[in-house]
């Protein structure tokens, strides 16, 4: 129970650091740097849910070669 708690306080975080950068870029006028910025944001949560997902399963992650994915190394050094 304490791990799904920790997860939506992550997906809570990045939420409200894409809702920053997103507004912060949009008033200086790149607006589309912030797009960028949302869609990263989604992207990384996407990724996080997958984890959490293919770890419940007993699956390993693993591209066609063997090599694990660079998200992967983002996501141990975040603790995700």
Do not use: C, P, S, Y
Request: hydrophobic content about 50%; cysteine-free.
């Amino acid at each position: 129970m304490g791990g799904n708690i920790d997860l939506i306080f992550k997906i809570a975080g990045v939420g409200i650091l894409v809702a920053v950068l997103h507004t912060i870029l949009k008033h200086a006028g790149k607006e589309e740097q912030g797009h960028l910025v949302a869609l990263a944001g989604i992207a990384i949560v996407d990724e996080v849910g997958e984890r959490v997902h293919a770890g419940r399963a007993g699956l390993a992650r693993q591209t066609d070669n063997g090599h694990r994915l660079r998200a992967d190394k983002i996501f141990d050094r975040i603790g995700a």
